[in-house]
């Protein structure tokens, strides 16, 4: 079946650090894989995917990269701010319906000043 | 501006009646989907519905009930027979169920007294 796996949280940095977020996922046939950040009291709002192996989606300073043979997409970001802490959720999207999403845990980042 | 509203963002039930919540879309979209956070384990589909009059069950189904009797609309019932109704609600829908994109709501937090 599918699922995703995300790596625990809570992760904690300070502004400008460099960030990695794991992901890695069991899917049947080829699926799309997504980002999604959800902000403090707000809905899930999409922030980057990629749709086949070796695509790199990239937004807001943001990248990951699907990797089929590790089955891997980790989320990266080179330099981070406050304003990016928030929780960050891995899904892929699979079968016959393409919006029917499974989703990662979520892992929690706070970025300090 | 187009987007999906949900209502009421906050709720308390007392066990046994039943509530629902209101999720609403103009954007066009022609599937809609249900989603259930809980703390730790991310986003469960509860139910989607990928053209009007019809809709189909998720993972967690059971104690739910949906209608899509308009395009634009896609009510939930949480009825006295889910066991744990308190939780994070997420209402979300896409162009089309090809898509993986998905556009979410602000999310409805229910708690049952």
């Known amino acids: 079946g599918n699922s995703v796996t995300q790596m625990e949280g809570p992760v904690t940095l300070s502004e400008e650090a460099f960030l990695t977020i794991n992901c890695t996922y069991t899917?049947?046939?080829?699926?799309?894989l997504f980002w999604y950040v959800q902000y403090p009291g707000e809905g899930l709002q999409l922030l980057l995917k990629?749709?086949?192996?070796?695509d790199k989606g990239s937004n807001k300073g943001f990248e990951a990269t699907y990797r089929k043979e590790t089955t891997s997409f980790h989320l990266e970001k080179g330099s981070v701010q406050v304003s990016d802490s928030a929780v960050y959720f891995c899904?892929?999207?699979?079968?016959?319906?393409?919006?029917?999403?499974?989703f990662g845990r979520g892992t929690q980042l706070t970025v300090w000043p | 501006d187009g987007g999906i509203t949900q209502s009421p963002k906050y709720l308390f039930r007392k066990e046994g009646q039943n509530v629902t919540l209101s999720c609403e879309q103009n954007?066009?979209?022609?599937?809609m989907y249900w989603y259930r956070q809980d703390p730790g384990q991310g986003l469960r589909l509860i139910y989607y519905?990928?053209?009007?009059?019809?809709?189909q069950k998720g993972d967690i189904a059971e104690g739910y009930s949906v209608s899509r009797e308009k395009k634009e609309s896609f009510p939930l019932t949480v009825t006295s027979a889910q066991k744990n109704p308190t939780a994070f609600y997420l209402c979300?829908?896409?162009?089309?169920?090809?898509?993986?994109?998905?556009?979410f709501g602000e999310g409805s937090r229910l708690t049952v007294l």
């Open positions: 519905s990928q053209i009007v009059n019809d809709f």
């Open positions: 990629a749709t086949k192996a070796d």
């Open positions: 979300a829908s896409s162009l089309t169920d090809r898509e993986g994109e998905l556009f």
């Open positions: 954007l066009n979209h022609d599937a």
């Open positions: 899917a049947t046939g080829y699926p799309s």
């Open positions: 899904a892929l999207s699979g079968g016959s319906t393409l919006g029917r999403l499974y």
